[in-house]
């Protein structure tokens, strides 16, 4: 749960810097309902952590940091990618 706990409010933190209220909004709405769902999730398979997540997730908050949005948004979807293809 603290992982997951961590993992949220760096990506809110995300967002955030974006300044795009709608965004923010869409993330405070669904990040409740799928709290439960990730904590389960890293039970049943370790698909985040790690690493290479770790990893990932500093090159993100680095180029957020550099106000490098086009690398900001680059590092995303790459980063939405591999979770995907490691609950295939």
Same mark, same amino acid.
């Given at each position: 749960?603290?992982?997951?706990?961590?993992d949220t409010a760096? &990506?809110? @933190?995300?967002?955030?810097? %974006?300044?795009?209220?709608?965004?923010?909004?869409?993330f405070d709405g669904f990040t409740p309902r799928v709290r439960?769902?990730?904590i389960e999730m890293l039970r049943?398979?370790?698909v985040f952590g790690g690493e290479a997540? &770790?990893? @990932?997730?500093?090159?993100? %908050?680095?180029?957020?940091?550099?106000r490098d949005s086009g690398t900001?948004?680059?590092?995303?979807?790459e980063h939405l990618r591999s979770l995907r293809e490691g609950l295939e």
């Open positions: 749960a603290a992982h997951v706990d961590a760096f &990506h809110r @933190a995300v967002v955030a810097a %974006a300044h795009n209220p709608i965004l923010l909004e869409l439960q769902a990730m049943i398979r370790e997540d &770790h990893a @990932a997730h500093e090159r993100l %908050a680095e180029a957020v940091g550099a900001a948004a680059s590092l995303s979807r």
